[in-house]
């Protein structure tokens, strides 16, 4: 009889856990995103500006102005990343979620050279659309979202 029971509620829970992993696959709406090709892309952009500075004489020695040079504009460009991520995050207030990195490591330090944040399930799409165009320089990837999202609000409202 002990051993039934125990059956019953590991068979309970693992149904259960089942259930919650099919119901957290589904989409809630069309603010939902992965953010795999936005930190691709970001990153890409990044490395391109990086080889625009040409850093390369000197700066991977690790010492000297080439390499304190490479430093502070890391430093920079880290904190601007934050900065824009941050700006999504505020925007989207109680919807906001987690903020994913994509970082270029020099000299053993993470700099984020991209980032994407993303929403929890259910954020309505005015709230999405004001994220997406809350930073100072909103990206390519961000003004696409929210045209999109705005197409679709749109539509939903009854407007062409």
Request: aromatic letters at 10%.
């Amino acid at each position: 009889m002990k051993h039934s029971k125990f059956l019953n509620r590991a068979c309970g829970a693992v149904f259960l856990a089942a259930f919650i992993c099919v119901a957290m696959a589904l989409p809630a709406h069309a603010a939902q995103r992965k953010c795999t090709q936005e930190l691709r892309d970001g990153h890409a952009a990044f490395l391109k500006k990086l080889r625009a500075h040409n850093f390369t004489s000197g700066a991977a020695s690790g010492s000297g102005k080439a390499a304190r040079a490479m430093t502070q504009w890391l430093k920079d460009s880290h904190a601007d990343t934050v900065r824009h991520e941050e700006a999504h995050k505020r925007a989207a207030g109680k919807w906001a979620g987690t903020t994913e990195y994509f970082y270029y490591t020099w000299w053993n330090i993470p700099y984020a050279t991209a980032g994407c944040h993303k929403f929890k399930r259910g954020i309505p799409l005015e709230v999405a659309i004001k994220s997406a165009l809350a930073p100072e320089k909103p990206s390519y990837i961000d003004l696409r979202l929210a045209k999109k999202w705005q197409a679709e609000l749109d539509r939903k409202n009854g407007k062409r």
